[in-house]
């Protein structure tokens, strides 16, 4: 008989990280908030938990991050100026970020890794399970890998993570997982994880992506997890623990990823982002392919 699990309502979305890799453009701007063509890059993360059904979001912060909470909170003095202006359109665009969610902020204060950050949640999410979302990753609405995520936790429980088939080359990029097929073909057990492994010593080419399903025991392993490669709390270090041993707190399950992801954590991947999703929109699409089909004619 199929065992049903709590709902999920809360997600947790780390967003302490200094954005290095974007200097010196972040050196005053937090990285969350480039705009992926119109829109900064948190909004697109926050969307993508309200559609599934998460509207209590925690972000958990740091130094020189207040715009964030800017971004979220209201402002009257625009709305207003849009209002005298009868700019409904623009109006209902700035509205739209302030009314998406219930919002709540932590800080991290010392960067010490992403098992860290998701610890610092901790108080709010109690002993409920709970989405994290990290902001790299933005995926396209028109595949809800996170809906389906939480569908394979409530029929299992445990824990589930997000995976994506990459290059042998690239798995030191990322986390990865052992795995074992399930009956379902979007997803597998996870029977062991390891953080940016060697190609050589990578037990598949399953890498683990931005998007993760938690059991609350995971808070109990953190506490207990011991820096590990960088220097930093591995969230990885944690789940494999739990993939282990199912006893502490279900088994670790991946949902195989195959729809449209962009990355933005890579500045060539951040500008291959841009204009896939500027070519799509219905607004810009039509002129900006026009014009991007005869530069790159003119350029070859």
Not at 16 to 22: K, N, Q, V
Not at 104 to 118: F, I, S, T
């Amino acid at each position: 008989m199929t065992q049903s699990h709590p709902r999920i309502s809360k997600a947790v979305i780390p967003a302490a990280g200094l954005g290095t890799r974007f200097l010196p453009a972040t050196k005053a701007t937090p990285k969350e908030m480039l705009p992926v063509v119109d829109k900064p890059a948190i909004q697109y993360v926050v969307e993508e938990a309200v559609s599934a059904g998460l509207d209590d979001v925690l972000m958990v912060t740091g130094r020189n991050k207040r715009p964030l909470e800017d971004h979220f909170d209201r402002n009257y003095e625009l709305e207003s100026a849009l209002q005298k202006k009868g700019d409904a359109a623009r109006l209902a665009k700035v509205q739209q970020s302030s009314d998406l969610a219930t919002m709540h902020y932590v800080r991290q204060g010392d960067p010490k890794g992403l098992g860290h950050a998701v610890l610092c949640a901790a108080p709010h999410v109690g002993q409920e399970p709970f989405a994290v979302l990290l902001g790299d990753d933005l995926i396209d609405p028109r595949d809800p890998l996170l809906q389906r995520m939480i569908e394979v936790q409530e029929l299992h429980g445990g824990s589930v993570v997000a995976l994506m088939e990459v290059a042998p080359e690239q798995i030191h990029l990322y986390g990865c997982a052992a795995v074992e097929a399930t009956v379902d073909g979007d997803v597998v057990k996870v029977t062991g994880l390891v953080e940016k492994p060697d190609p050589a010593d990578a037990p598949s080419n399953y890498a683990i992506i931005g998007r993760y399903v938690l059991d609350p025991s995971v808070f109990g392993i953190l506490r207990q997890t011991e820096p590990g490669r960088g220097g930093e709390i591995q969230l990885t270090d944690a789940l494999q623990q739990l993939a282990q041993d199912e006893k502490i707190g279900g088994p670790v399950h991946g949902v195989v990823f195959k729809g449209r992801r962009y990355d933005t954590g890579d500045r060539g991947d951040y500008l291959r982002a841009i204009v896939r999703l500027a070519c799509e929109r219905e607004d810009l699409g039509p002129d900006f392919r026009s014009w991007l089909r005869s530069y790159v004619t003119e350029e070859m």
